[in-house]
């Protein structure tokens, strides 16, 4: 029953909140402390491509917006193409990832400190709208990787990432067997695969319509809204707040 769970809530919720929170307005409209996003958003209308979304209020540059569009971007000498031609339906779906990682201001609520060298943010448990999700497993479910996590693990020793040593060239539909395993998998759950859909005000679109405004703000709001209430620190509330939405919506009630 549904009810069970909330007692394991309100003890979620009473250890998080003998934590020291966070600044609640450092939630919104902000940039990741990582390789190449700006210090604070702000204009950038020469956005290339799949990035023009996010021209008024970006925290990437134009250059490393172009740069986010090659096979092999030197921003991180990465390669989507490490097992052949990527159809181009399944590399718009990569590209607009990464214009989202590297110029959104939206993701505030999710962003996570981290000790790597190359960053020291990043964010975790996205929830990504059902749309995109599936439709960017849809789209490159014939085409062909060799691992099901691309955060790490590759051979690098030609200065570019290369299938390692053992692994086999297979469609992504076997490495990532469901949507949920394609877009939780594959950046060590950057995303998560949301059951709300575009338009909720509840998950993160991962490339909208400029013209019709940027949704993306709303759902920063809500729940950047959200863990302010609850005075909680940045980092515990997405999980609380997921754990609370799929409550409501009956999911772990089958128990």
Not at 85 to 111: T, V
Not at 195 to 210: A, H, K, L, T, V
Not at 226 to 254: C, D, F, H, I, K
């Amino acid at each position: 029953m549904v009810w069970r769970l909330i007692p394991l809530l309100l003890l979620l919720a009473w250890t998080a909140s003998m934590c020291s929170a966070r600044n609640r307005m450092d939630l919104l409209n902000v940039c990741m402390d990582a390789k190449h996003h700006k210090a604070k958003p702000g204009p950038e209308d020469k956005l290339h491509g799949q990035c023009t979304p996010w021209k008024e209020k970006a925290c990437c540059s134009v250059s490393t917006s172009q740069e986010l569009h090659k096979d092999t971007s030197l921003l991180y000498n990465f390669t989507w193409e490490h097992c052949g031609k990527m159809e181009p339906a399944c590399k718009r779906h990569f590209i607009q990832d990464n214009c989202l990682y590297e110029c959104s201001p939206n993701l505030g609520p999710w962003i996570r400190e981290v000790n790597q060298s190359w960053r020291k943010e990043r964010f975790l448990h996205v929830p990504l709208c059902k749309e995109d999700c599936q439709q960017w497993w849809e789209d490159c479910r014939s085409s062909y990787t060799c691992k099901n996590n691309w955060h790490r693990g590759w051979d690098w020793t030609s200065g570019i990432n290369k299938c390692p040593a053992g692994t086999t060239c297979l469609t992504f539909e076997t490495y990532f067997p469901t949507p949920a395993a394609l877009c939780e998998g594959l950046w060590s759950k950057s995303y998560q695969a949301s059951n709300y859909s575009r338009g909720s005000g509840r998950c993160i679109q991962m490339w909208f319509n400029p013209a019709q405004g940027n949704p993306n703000e709303e759902v920063a709001r809500f729940y950047a809204m959200a863990m302010s209430t609850g005075a909680l620190p940045r980092g515990v509330e997405p999980l609380l707040l997921s754990l609370a939405l799929m409550l409501q919506l009956g999911l772990l009630g089958r128990v």
